[in-house]
């Protein structure tokens, strides 16, 4: 376990070792905030829509009370769209799709020994290949946090309103009643971690793989479940941190 975590921490040293200039890094950045957050968007939209929409279903199914204005089940909605669902629940369907394409590139890169080739060129292969997606993750992941919280909300009023389990005036003044403006912060805080661990953790599962594709496959597997863990933990001492 120690031995890991001290692998884990010189990896993240080497990203910031021996680093090309900034016109490499550039073009790469742009290149990987298309494949992790422009790719990530259809998914998330339909997550944030849906899960807003089921959560505002459910909480006024459950407000069964006279005594409870029906104003609150926007209130939760939004509340829990914030706090949870927006940067949490966002981040851990991403680890699925982000860590394991990650972890999954790299680890055929390793094994077909085009990171050899890398270092052979003088090249630090680490930072090259991995400090882009790092950067990439803390830059889109955030942005993606904000997209899902407005669809999640949005996805809420939908059902709502629809439905006519409340109405539009009542749910927009669920939303601004008590709103807390530093719960916009503590989602964008939490996807800015989020996207720190799952792509490191990603991709230091996949540049250490050895073997052939069996393994390649075990290292994606081992990068997502590694990654929801850690976001789990994060979760949990981000909230007692910022709450």
Known sequence: MFSIVGRYLIFLGKLFTRRETFKVYWNRFLDECLNIGISSIFIVAIVAVFIGAVTCVQTRANLVSPLIPVYIVSNIVRDMTLLELSST???????GKVGSNIAGELGTMKITEQIDALEVMGINSASYLVLPKL??????FPLLAILSGFLGIMGGYLAG??????????????????FIPFNVFIAIIKAFVFGFLISTISAFKGY?????????????TAAVTNSCIAVLIADYLLAELLT
């Open 89 to 95: 629940f966002m981040c851990v369907v991403l680890a």
């Open 135 to 140: 950067l990439a993750s803390i830059f889109t």
């Open 161 to 178: 309103t629809l439905t006519g389990i409340i109405t539009p005036e009542d749910y927009i003044y669920g939303i601004r009643y008590s």
């Open 208 to 220: 250490y793989t050895s073997g052939g594709a069996l393994e390649v496959g075990q290292a994606s």
